[in-house]
């Protein structure tokens, strides 16, 4: 009997051997409200069924119909889940795990003639890796809370548990600030290409926070420092230092347009990097890097602060070292945890607690694994973002025109998947691996169609590196079980509103 298939894979999935459990409108539905509010979402719209509230008492009768529990003792995030006939059970270790059972019961459910029905069918599972990720950048285009709370919805049926948002760049500032407020007024309102730009207010921002929260998902904010900061001297002249213009950003404005080359005061709208700074040597900077982060440090609930820390090629090597350890030592004394992409583990000194996000490629390129690897040697992690895999802003090799190509050009999916996470930094096993995270850059995204059909499938693949076994120790994790499986998540992903886009690479499932 073939297995059902569940995206990302199960630790331990066995078939039934007996008749399916029939979904009807007579189905009840009992026990945690939560899971259950959830449950109902996911079965209305691939079903147009509405599940009946149980008709008696205790809700502990599993013979009513699918029953949703929270019992303690298991893995955080675990969840089990048996179907037969007469009953579906679901019981999460925690309110987490309760949620990922849901979802994978929602992509279980299946057609059958003109019924809808759950094959038999044993499932425990639980998740690899604690961090699994998805990243939108909505500094260099911006992208509204309706937006955001979609691709949380998206993310979150994935299993993915951490929203990381760029929220700033040189491009624009995008997130309200009651200690800054010129940051906004004066640096939010236009992004790549002449397009509109936009932020954030505090009350969007907690919004985006509290949805993100009831699908179990944080929210790890970015302002990224000291390069990637031309919109901070729109706001605040005297901290940034004057652009650096190299021939190779020459040559990026050149090729791919969108704006004129970066000036003083002027908002930069075209695609290059690596031409601001911060100045380093002023203590003003500290006082607005104190400001910015004690404030979003009281805004946000999640552990993590990222600082960025990529492409600073406009600040000296010891100037940037010199920043790295003592921003990260201020974002640890917030009583936080601070992150930074991998190039801030060139600085020996960056708190001991900082983890860093590796976003080289799967055969990381010379130098960039040593960098990753100071945060292990401190006691840390890492977070894997291998941009020639799971950077969803890559080109597909066929379909969209959307996205760019510069990590090692077009990413397909079987790209996207085929990648072990133990096996990228030499050395780093899961021990020294918080996670895995897709990054979504958006430099060629505008609209919320642009992100789904950049973001599936691959994101997919990025959630079975994260939460699923390692390859090799599950039949499941091949390419070959990979496809079929997604490709049978087709009538879900279209009864949720994804736009995904029809790579020719999965045999998709029309109903
Ligand atoms: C990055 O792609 N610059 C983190």
Redesign the pocket.
């Known amino acids: 009997m073939s297995l059902p298939a569940v995206v990302p894979a199960p630790a331990s999935i066995e078939a039934g051997s007996g008749a399916p459990f029939r979904l009807t409108s007579a189905t009840s539905v009992s026990g945690d409200a939560d899971a259950a509010a959830a449950l109902a979402a996911t079965l209305t719209a691939r079903t147009g069924l509405t599940p009946a509230a149980p008709s008696t008492g205790s809700g502990t009768d599993e013979s009513a119909g699918i029953e949703l529990r929270i019992a303690a003792g298991g893995a955080p995030e675990s969840y089990r889940i048996t179907v037969d006939e007469a009953s579906i059970v679901v019981t999460g270790a925690d309110a987490a795990g309760l949620f990922y059972g849901v979802q994978t019961l929602g992509q279980l459910v299946a057609r059958d003639g003109g019924d809808w029905v759950v094959p038999a069918v044993a499932i425990e599972d639980a998740p690899r890796f604690a961090y699994r990720g998805v990243m939108l950048d909505v500094a260099r285009h911006f992208h509204g809370v309706d937006t955001v709370k979609g691709y949380i919805d998206r993310a979150s049926s994935l299993k993915l548990n951490a929203l990381h948002l760029h929220l700033t760049d040189d491009q624009g500032w995008r997130i309200q600030l009651a200690s800054r407020p010129e940051l906004t007024e004066k640096a939010s309102g236009t992004a790549i290409g002449g397009d509109p730009g936009g932020f954030y207010t505090k009350d969007d921002y907690r919004e985006i926070v509290e949805y993100a929260a009831s699908r179990h998902m944080i929210v790890v904010p970015e302002v990224d420092m000291p390069g990637?900061t031309h919109a901070v001297g729109l706001a605040y002249p005297e901290l940034a230092e004057d652009p650096v213009i190299s021939d190779h950003m020459r040559e990026i404005v050149d090729v791919y347009g969108g704006g004129a080359l970066p000036e003083p005061g002027v908002p930069f709208e075209a695609l290059a990097?690596g031409f601001s700074s911060l100045k380093i040597h002023d203590e003003a900077t500290y006082d607005f890097v104190a400001d910015v982060f004690g404030e979003l440090a009281a805004m946000t609930p999640g552990p993590y602060l990222h600082f960025?820390g990529?492409?600073s090629l406009a600040t000296a090597d010891d100037d940037f070292a010199y920043f790295v350890t003592r921003v990260s030592a201020l974002i640890a004394d917030l009583g936080k945890t601070p992150v930074a992409?991998h190039e801030a583990g060139s600085a020996k000194d960056v708190a001991d607690t900082t983890i860093g996000?590796y976003?080289g490629y799967v055969t990381p390129q010379e130098g960039f694994a040593a960098k990753a690897q100071t945060f292990v040697d401190n006691g840390a992690s890492l977070i894997l973002?291998p941009?020639d895999a799971i950077?969803l802003d890559m080109k597909y090799p066929s379909g969209p025109e959307l996205g760019l190509t510069w990590a090692n050009g077009p990413t397909s999916v079987q790209d996207a998947y085929s990648w072990e996470p133990a096996d990228v930094v030499p050395g780093v096993g899961d021990e020294g691996i918080l996670g895995v995270e897709a990054?979504l850059?958006t430099e060629t995204i505008r609209t919320a169609a642009d992100i789904d059909t950049m973001v599936f499938p691959r994101v997919a693949a990025a959630a079975e590196a994260g939460w699923s076994p390692r390859t090799g120790e599950s039949d499941l994790r091949t390419w070959e079980s990979f496809r079929a499986r997604v490709g049978a998540l087709g009538p879900l992903w279209t009864s949720m509103g994804i736009g995904f886009h029809p790579s020719e690479e999965i045999p998709w499932v029309t109903e």
Do not use: C, L, M, T
Request: hydrophobic share 40%; no cysteine; aromatic share 30%.
């Open positions: 990637h990097v960025g990529d492409e992409w996000q976003w973002s941009a950077y990054p850059w």
